[in-house]
């Protein structure tokens, strides 16, 4: 999704890719020669370069919403996360069975970072590319643990949360964080994350997808056979029915959400099941 929420793009698993010019209004089908066990999909704050990767492809890109896809510059797959500097100056992408990989130079080429950590199946950067913040299973005893870098990838340091962890996202500057499990609580970090905090532990759920705005004020959370959170207040509280008017979901509306993103301001969301999309008026 663009920062302002205009443009966006699903990608559909051992299926096509479909971009929308129009807030997720209407979708127009794109990559449509191959069908693609696709996972994961990021963009520039601008939309102007999209990267799409997941089991057994390549890293993909697009600089003409997805008019044309090109395979950018690694080997590797099973891909399960990605994320890019708003400038685009760092893009990183997380492998399920490799050390997470990095490109400087728009994706023309890719290194391995991460100090022995593998199977990132979260990550987020910030705005600028200075701070990394993964959900991976570090070197020495392959436990799933949130790792946290403050130059680009050069070092890490390596939390002690041990969960089933699935996905990540970060206000702008990566001070704050909120992360998922698939089969217990939410998390917030407002300290860079250093340490953790449980949210919604009245029962463990599935968890799916989440997102929050730049700012951190907007979090978004979905979940398998479940409904969608909402926090206004950067995690404080959470409604399961929607507020401020900007919630198009029925109260109560309860599906088989499967991921979730939010625009730069929080106003605007996309959150997806295992048949449809959904967007906010």
Not at 140 to 146: L, R
Not at 187 to 192: A, D, L, P, Q, W
Not at 240 to 269: E, H, L
Request: glycine share 12%.
């Amino acid at each position: 999704m663009s920062g302002d929420g205009s443009k966006q793009m699903v990608a559909v698993f051992n299926g096509y890719v479909y971009y929308s010019s129009n807030y997720g209004q209407t979708w127009t089908e794109k990559f449509n020669s191959n069908a693609y066990y696709w996972a994961s999909l990021c963009s520039s704050n601008d939309f102007s370069k999209v990267f799409g990767g997941g089991s057994s492809t390549n890293i993909f890109r697009t600089t003409n919403y997805g008019d044309t896809f090109a395979s950018s510059g690694t080997n590797y797959n099973n891909w399960a996360s990605c994320a890019m500097s708003s400038s685009t100056s760092l893009i990183v992408y997380g492998g399920i069975s490799y050390a997470p990989v990095k490109s400087t130079d728009g994706g023309v080429t890719w290194s391995t970072f991460g100090g022995g950590a593998y199977g990132a199946v979260g990550i987020v950067v910030s705005s600028d590319g200075t701070k990394i913040a993964m959900l991976a299973k570090e070197n020495t005893n392959n436990k799933m643990v949130p790792q946290i870098s403050t130059d680009s990838g050069a070092s890490f340091t390596v939390g002690t949360l041990v969960k089933n962890w699935k996905k990540i996202a970060a206000s702008s500057d990566l001070s704050k964080l909120v992360a998922i499990t698939g089969d217990e609580y939410l998390y917030i970090s407002t300290n860079g994350g250093t340490t953790w905090t449980a949210k919604l532990t009245d029962a463990a759920r599935t968890w799916t997808g989440v997102c929050c705005s730049s700012d951190f004020t907007t979090i978004v959370a979905v979940a398998d056979n479940d409904y969608i959170y909402v926090s206004r207040n950067s995690g404080t509280s959470f409604s399961a029915k929607g507020i401020g008017g900007w919630f198009m979901f029925p109260q109560g509306y309860t599906d088989s959400w499967t991921a979730v993103a939010c625009s730069s301001n929080g106003q605007r969301f996309t959150a997806t099941t295992r048949t449809d999309i959904y967007t906010s008026p």
